[in-house]
Nanobody, 129 residues
Framework: QVQLVESGGGLVQAGGSLRLSCTASGRTFSSYFMGWFRRTPGKEREFVAAISRRGGSTYYAESMKGRFIVSRDNARNIVYLQMDSLTPEDTAVYYC??????????????????????WGQGTQVTVSS
């Protein structure tokens, strides 16, 4: 089992940047495929980005490509989400998730929240216009 704690959220102006961190407990962090999702009130949880167990493969939602970068440091049990060129539409609670998914994200399975086994509590990101 793994526990996830997100940090780094906050208030930023449009066009600004934030870096979110997700720190995991336990010794087996490198065995988990990691994802980032976000949720706004009244909407379903939305896929943001994901990264394979050793960081060799990354996946992004179309609207995040070129603006967000996901990375991980298995030695420190941390996964990051660097977010640049933020817009008010990026305002949401951001969650990290861990799961036993294939590194290939076969059939885009990693884009769905269902296959992930563990979730953090989320961190609020607010982008002002």
């Amino acid at each position: 089992q793994v526990q996830l704690v997100e940090s780094g959220g906050g208030l930023v102006q449009a066009g600004g940047s934030l870096r979110l961190s997700c720190t995991a407990s336990g010794r087996t962090f490198s065995s988990y495929f990691m994802g980032w999702f976000r949720r706004t009130p009244g909407k379903e949880r939305e896929f943001v980005a994901a990264i394979s167990r050793r960081g060799g493969s990354t996946y992004y939602a179309e609207s995040m490509k070129g603006r967000f970068i996901v990375s991980r440091d298995n030695a420190r049990n941390i996964v990051y989400l660097q977010m640049d060129s933020l817009t008010p539409e990026d305002t949401a609670v951001y969650y990290c998730a861990a799961g036993y998914l294939s590194d290939t994200c076969y059939s885009r399975i990693c884009y769905s929240p269902g296959p992930y086994n563990y979730w953090g509590q989320g961190t609020q990101v607010t982008v002002s216009s």
